[in-house]
């Protein structure tokens, strides 16, 4: 599968910058166009990202024919939670947030168990992608392209299958599953790539429940979610290349990493 579609010298735009200006246009210019440092990293992200680098670490050693023990996988996950605190950007944990390297164990401990139960061969950990972007309605290409990584390729019965990992404070509903367009993008670079919809697209989050879970959930994406999407993305560029920018407030501002700056 030629998925090594990376080019430099162009300009970028990733699901997550999307999805930002989606939520919150005023976030979107404070975080990536005057460039400035979150004032608090959440709890959630902070963690996450700790846990994605342990799986990362976990399916790189298995991809080379190794494995790590628990331990090792609490160490990753430890490791890279004190690098994100190391960062000067103080991680904001709410009331009752348990420890979380506890939390990773335990949730390192069900992955594990897990993925020793059903073993897929892995293929490409991290993998860089990208894609061209284009309007559906004008045939126009955009300047930028769209660009990420693919957390986890594996193969299951001879046919690859790309995996998002995620960690959640519950299972993911059938509309997140169903609406979530990071899948819709990996689907847009996997088929330009010459992949075809014989990939497959899942899901498998990590539940950080007291007794958590590992939810693998496949998902299909059609050509009207990709024309949505593209539609999405064209227009969210156009509004960000006409400087289109507004405050957003709802609940979500109470745990924004640009709040202080956002009211000044
Ligand atoms: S505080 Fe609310 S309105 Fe302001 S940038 Fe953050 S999410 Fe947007």
Redesign the pocket.
Known sequence: MPLDIMDADVLHVSVSQLKTWL?????Y??KYVRGHEPEAVPHALAFGSAFHAALAAHYGERQAGRALSLDALVSAFARAWDEQGQRGVPIEAGEGVPDAVDLAQRMLAAFLDHDAAAPAEVVAVEKPVSAVLHDPDTGVVLEERLTGFIDLVVREDGRLVVVENKTAARRYAEDQLRFDVQPTAYQLALRQAGAGDEVGLRYQIVTKAKAPAVQVEDVMRDDQDQEDFLRMAVGVLRAIDAGVSY????W??RS????R???K
């Open positions: 939520r919150c246009p005023r976030q210019e404070l405050p957003l407030r709802r979500q501002c924004c990493p640009y709040r700056r956002c009211v």
